[in-house]
Every structure is written in structure tokens, then in C-alpha cells.
């Protein structure tokens, strides 16, 4: 009897011991299956939604990082061992965190920094959740083989993609929304597809050079308490005759390697992302270089080091020249990529200037950049942009972001990365494997990052290798026995329940916030611009904007656009007054919101300038707010030939012909060369009758370009 109740004892502590490590397996199940997704981000794309190659795939990458942040939360409630490490990269990231918070704080517009807009998706609250994402996979994976599984996980997506990419090169009938005008598939941009790639290729070299550690788990018993490894689908099973066939494990996985780097690298040079491509083989160069100065003796490492010299004085020379007008290798960029890059990097030097110690905030670009507007901005040997929302130079990018103290720790971070792979490195706690490839990755992603600005695919996987770093500066990284500890607290307190239902409430509020409404808003605004009446339209519009914060101001700006095209069209078609006065009241409105909200942004003056010369057509009373609203407009951008145009415009409306012809006149002196000022005061000329003036205005243009002539004579109106 006594054995009996021994053993009902025995097993109701057993059951009791299950029921207390159930909620640990769960949370371990959900973090790990969410990073797995999370790295199916670069997949995400659907049309039904506003800047549908980049809006899907950034509130995706959110809601599933609220998701194992909160879950690592509640895991860690019940363990010890999931809990972060406070290390020196893990500071400076937080300090760059805190950096891009005061210049966001300082700067020009703190709500446009906080949310963001949707053409980069790039604001305080997307780096928040970076760096929740960092924080979840450098305290949650903690072996090598682990990261092994990660990386080949994010390998098989890139792989996937760079399949759409080289069948979108071959007319294959893929969906429309897979073939953006500047390729890229999935990605939207041939670019960001180049930076996406130039990460996993190098994954793929540290695939194959570490594919017998990716199998190694599969030798060992389970772990203490009987749970399995961490990634316990690693493990095969056993080959015939009852053992492990690692060999064959190991095989496989070097097949799979090269494999998807010949599918991988096909992508990458049919891309046409140049500068992924030379960043890709500078990469793979260095490489070979700290293979030989590392892993070699005698002369191969003497060898090694002289070409290492050589190869950054090579570069060195390279940048230099580029910036100097004149020189072989300036032409030949301005050849590939316009002058556009040189004059934003003049620009943006100026911005830094005036605002040097924080910054003009995050995704405040565009303000600065049209307060330093430059009149060549227009020229076709300067690209033709005139909206910049980006400076297409990471440092350039973090000085106007975040101010010198944004750069400071950038740089600061890179530094550490090399600094704590180089010390794993020397210590032997890391092979060459590590140190070599993710040293030549980052430093050719650095580099490539000089001609270009970053999505969130490419901040995803910047992170992930952060994440990874972050992970061997771990004390318990490589630990030997890995298994679910046993909660540290009983489950069922009401301390630990209260905690977890706040916890829980906290994650609903920040879900529906950051993740649910924006989907819906950017859902809405496609809505709106497809419907095509009026009354609809506005209240979709409407909604739009309620339903999220998130690029507000691009919102009204896009309807402004798009109800502009609908009006124009209505006035031509007959339409009625009433209906077409109600929509340009609605957006005349929304446009001056934003510029209350954020007086420093030429755009709103600018685009409310043009909605009340429209109304004008309608109503000519409205052209003198017009008048005084571009006026606003040119104190903030004086050398932007457009608000000249508009304000030429808004005169003409009111019958003050000279005002008119001096402000067109003023354009064309600000630039010369640009074929639109001349156009447009051509055109002017000839709606007042004068005709003599409008030859006058051509032959003027043709002394500057003859080959304008037969344009600008088909062109007048």
C-alpha cells in the first residue's frame, strides 16, 4: 500500500512538474516560429494597400516583433536564462536609439519623426521595434547552431526571391504587383532587392563553411529534464542501421549552399544594382585578404597584409576622385547614377551645417532639402528630382536623422562589431568562418550604403547580424546543455497572473495602435483614390486620416493629388460646382492641418498654392489665397522654381499680367537651362495675346538650347 502511494506521490509531482514547464514550451514555441516568419518579410507585398512594397512588409515586421517581444516578456516572468545581457553593443545601440529620439525631439516635426511616412516607413517607432527585435534573438539564440538554422531560413526566402527576380527577366507571366516599373519583384526596387541579396550571399559562405556545426546537435542526448535542444528540428532521423548519418547531413547542406548562391549571385548580377554588385566583389576580396592575413604564415600573410594596404588606398583614392569634378572616375558615376547623389550630398552638408549637434529628425529630409533647395535640381543631367526624401548616403542619412551625436554612435556601433569579433576571433572562442564573413559583410554593406538609403528589409537583416553579434558577446553563448529551464516562480500566483494580464492588455492597446489601424488606414486610402465619387471619396479620405497618424501628411498630400486630377477633370467635363467646391474645401482644409502642424515643410504651401489656383478656375477670389499662401511658401524655399510658377500663376488669375512675367522671368534666371521655365513663360506670353513676346521668350531659349526649338513650338498651347 505504501508502495502504491509512493508512486501516485511519484506521479503527481511529475504531473505537477509538466504542468509548471507547459507555459515555457509554449512561449518558446511562439518566439521561435515568429522569428521564423519575421523572416519572411521581405515576401510581404499586396497592391490593396498604400506604397504596397513597403507598408505590408513593415507592419508586418511590427506586429510579429509585439508578438515574441511580448512573449519573451512573459517567458522571461517564468526563467532567468532568456533575460538580455548588458554588453558594450547592446549599450551603443541604445545610445543610437536615444540619439535619433533627441534629434527627433529637436528637429523640424517630432510626429512626422515618430510615425514616419509611407515611402520609407522609417521613424522612431519602426526603430523601436528593431530594437526589440535585436533584443529577442541575441538573448533567445544562444548556440551557433541555432543561428546555422536562422540563417538558412533567411537563405531559402532570399532564394525564393531571386527565383521571381530572374523569372520577371525571362516575361514569365507573374502578377503585375511582382513587376514594379523599377524592378526589385517583391522588394519594389532593383536597389533594395541588391542590398537584400548582398546579405544572404555572404550568409550562404558562412553556411557552407559551418554545414557539419548546423548537424552537431544530433549526436547529443537530450538535455537535462529530458527536453530537447532549442532547434530541435535539426535533428534527422537515423540513417540505416540505427545511427547518425552526419555525413550525409553535412553533404546535403553543402549542396544546398551552393546551390543557392549560384541562384543567389544570377539574381544579384541580372539585378542591375551596380552598386550591390561592386560592393558584393569588394566584399568577397576582403575576404580572401583576411583569409590570407589570418589563416596563413610567411609570405602568404606578408602578401595578405601589402594587398589589404593597397586595396584601402585603392578605395580611398577612388572616393576621393569621385567627389572631384572632372576627374575619370566622377564622370563615369555621374555617367551610371546623374550628378542627383552629388548635389543631395551638397545639400544635405549644408543641412548638417545648420543644425549640426541633433539633427532635423528622422524622415525630415524633405524639409531640409527643399529649404536648400538648388535650382539644378531640375536639370536631366541631375536626375530631374525635385522631391528628396532621402539622402541616399548613410552618413548623410544619420547626420541630418540624428545630428554628430547620431553618426558618433553609428560608427560606434560598427566599430564594436569588429572590435568583439576580432576579440572572439583572438581569444579562439569563434573561427575564421565568423570573424572573416561577417567582417567583409558588414564592411561591404557599409559601403554600399554610401550611394544608397535603407528599407526595412535591409534594416531587418542589418539587425539580424547585429542580433547574431550581440549573441557571442554572450558569457553563455555555445552553451553546452541548453534545455527549457523549469519556472523559477509557481505559475498560478496571483502576482504572476495579474502581471501577465497587464502585460497582455499593454500588447492589445500597442497591437491595435501600431499595427491594426495603420493596415486599415493605408487599406482606406487606396479605397478612396479608386472611388470615383466625390462625396464617397471624401469620406474615405476622412477615414483614411482618423483611423492612423501614420503619414498624415503624405496622406493629405496624396489626396490633395489625386482629388486635383478628379477636379480638373470634372471642370472639363461639366461637373457640378457644388460637388467640385466641397472636395477642394475638404483638402484645402487637410493641407492647412499639416501646415500647422508642421509650418517648416514647403510642400503644403507649395500644393496648397495649386489646389487654390484650381479653385480659382471656379472661384477667382480664391487665387489671392493663393498669392499669400506661395508667398509663405518662397520665404521658406526661395529658390524653388516652382512656387514661382504657381505665384506667376495666381497673378495671371488676377489680371497682374507684369507681376506675372517678372516671376517667370525670375525662374528662368535661377537656372537657365531648365526647358520647363522657358515653357512656361512662353506660354504665358501667348494667353495675353502677346505674341511678339512669345517669339522673343523662344528665341531667347534657343540662344540657351537649339535643340529645343521644334519642342517648345509643338508644346505652345
Not at 549552399?257 to 544594382?273: D, E, K, T, Y
Not at 529649404?371 to 541631375?382: H, R, V
Not at 552618413?395 to 554612435?409: E, N, Q
Amino acid at each position: 500500500m505504501f508502495q502504491k502511494l509512493r508512486k501516485i506521490k511519484g506521479e503527481i509531482k511529475f504531473k505537477i512538474k509538466e504542468l509548471r514547464a507547459r507555459p515555457a514550451e509554449i512561449c518558446f514555441k511562439i518566439i521561435l516560429i515568429g522569428i521564423l516568419l519575421i523572416l519572411c518579410t521581405p515576401l510581404v507585398v499586396d497592391g490593396k494597400y498604400f506604397y504596397p512594397h513597403l507598408v505590408p512588409k513593415t507592419l508586418y515586421f511590427i506586429g510579429l516583433t509585439q508578438i515574441i517581444f511580448i512573449t519573451w516578456l512573459i517567458l522571461n516572468i517564468f526563467s532567468k536564462d532568456f533575460r538580455p545581457r548588458l554588453n558594450s553593443l547592446f549599450l551603443f545601440i541604445i545610445l543610437f536609439i536615444g540619439a535619433l529620439i533627441l534629434g527627433s525631439i529637436f528637429g523640424v516635426d517630432f510626429w512626422r519623426s515618430f510615425w514616419g511616412e509611407h515611402q520609407r516607413m522609417d521613424g522612431l517607432f519602426v526603430y523601436f521595434h528593431l530594437f526589440l527585435f535585436f533584443v529577442v534573438i541575441s538573448s533567445f539564440l544562444k548556440k551557433e547552431q541555432d543561428w546555422l538554422v536562422i540563417f538558412g531560413i533567411s537563405v531559402s526566402v532570399a532564394v525564393l526571391i531571386s527565383l521571381l527576380s530572374l523569372l520577371a527577366l525571362v516575361d514569365v507571366n507573374l502578377p503585375s504587383i511582382l513587376l514594379p516599373p523599377h524592378g526589385g519583384v517583391t522588394l519594389g526596387n532593383s536597389s533594395f532587392l541588391g542590398t537584400y541579396l548582398l546579405f544572404n550571399i555572404f550568409l550562404v559562405f558562412y553556411l557552407f563553411l559551418n554545414s557539419q556545426k548546423a548537424f552537431s546537435l544530433t549526436s547529443r542526448a537530450p538535455a537535462k529534464g529530458g527536453e530537447e535542444s532549442l532547434l530541435s528540428s535539426t535533428s534527422r532521423a537515423p540513417a540505416k542501421g540505427g545511427e547518425e548519418s552526419l555525413l550525409s547531413s553535412t553533404k546535403d547542406l553543402k549542396i544546398y549552399s551552393v546551390i543557392s548562391f549560384l541562384i543567389i549571385f544570377s539574381a544579384l548580377l541580372l539585378s542591375g544594382a551596380r552598386a550591390a554588385i561592386i560592393s558584393f566583389f569588394g566584399g568577397v576580396i576582403l575576404l580572401f585578404l583576411f583569409w590570407l592575413i589570418f589563416c596563413q604564415k610567411g609570405n602568404l600573410k606578408i602578401i595578405g597584409i601589402s594587398f589589404l594596404i593597397i586595396f584601402f588606398i585603392l578605395i580611398s583614392s577612388l572616393i576621393y576622385l569621385a567627389f572631384q569634378p572632372g576627374t575619370f572616375v566622377f564622370e563615369t558615376i555621374t555617367r551610371m547614377a546623374s550628378r542627383s547623389r552629388f548635389l543631395t550630398w551638397q545639400i544635405s552638408w549644408q543641412g548638417f551645417l545648420e543644425r549640426p549637434w541633433f539633427g532635423w529628425g528622422l524622415e525630415n529630409v524633405e524639409i531640409m532639402y527643399n529649404q536648400n533647395f538648388s535650382a539644378k535640381s531640375f536639370l536631366p543631367e541631375y536626375g530631374g528630382e525635385i522631391l528628396h526624401d532621402e539622402t541616399l548616403n548613410i552618413i548623410f542619412d544619420t547626420l541630418i536623422a540624428g545630428g554628430i551625436f547620431g553618426l558618433i554612435f553609428y560608427l560606434v556601433i560598427l566599430g564594436t562589431v569588429f572590435y568583439l569579433l576580432w576579440k572572439k576571433f583572438s581569444q579562439k572562442e569563434i573561427d575564421f568562418s565568423i570573424f572573416g564573413v561577417f567582417s567583409a559583410l558588414l564592411i561591404s554593406h557599409f559601403a554600399l550604403s554610401l550611394t544608397l538609403s535603407n528599407m526595412i528589409s535591409d534594416s531587418l537583416m542589418f539587425f539580424l547580424v547585429l542580433g547574431f553579434i550581440g549573441s557571442l558577446a554572450r558569457n553563455d553563448f555555445q552553451k553546452k546543455e541548453y534545455f527549457i529551464p523549469l519556472p523559477n516562480k509557481a505559475i498560478f500566483s496571483a502576482k504572476i497572473i495579474f502581471l501577465i494580464v497587464i502585460l497582455l492588455v499593454l500588447f492589445c492597446f500597442s497591437f491595435l495602435k501600431f499595427v491594426i489601424q495603420p493596415f486599415r488606414a493605408s487599406f482606406l486610402v487606396i479605397q478612396a483614390i479608386n472611388n470615383p465619387v466625390p462625396q464617397e471619396r471624401i469620406i474615405l479620405y476622412q477615414r483614411a486620416l482618423e483611423t492612423s497618424p501614420l503619414g498624415k501628411h503624405l496622406k493629405r498630400d496624396f489626396f490633395a493629388r489625386t482629388s486635383m486630377s478628379f477636379i480638373k477633370e470634372g471642370i472639363d467635363g461639366g461637373a457640378s460646382k457644388e460637388d467640385l467646391k466641397l472636395e477642394l474645401n475638404f483638402i484645402s482644409q487637410e493641407l492647412r492641418k499639416s501646415i500647422k502642424e508642421s509650418p517648416f515643410d514647403f510642400n503644403f504651401y507649395l500644393r496648397l498654392g495649386q489646389v487654390y489656383n484650381l479653385y480659382g478656375l471656379i472661384d477667382p477670389s480664391k487665387s489671392y489665397q493663393a498669392e499669400n499662401i506661395l508667398k509663405k511658401g518662397l520665404q521658406i524655399s526661395p529658390n524653388h522654381q516652382q512656387a514661382y510658377w504657381e505665384l506667376a500663376d495666381a497673378y495671371f488669375f488676377q489680371k497682374q499680367f507684369d507681376k506675372s512675367l517678372f516671376l517667370l522671368e525670375k525662374a528662368i534666371k535661377l537656372e537657365s537651362k531648365v526647358f520647363v521655365s522657358h515653357l512656361r513663360a512662353i506660354r504665358f506670353a501667348q494667353k495675353i495675346g502677346d505674341y511678339e513676346l512669345a517669339e522673343k521668350k523662344i528665341q531667347e531659349a534657343i540662344k540657351i538650347n537649339h535643340i529645343w526649338e521644334q519642342e517648345l513650338r509643338n508644346n505652345m498651347e
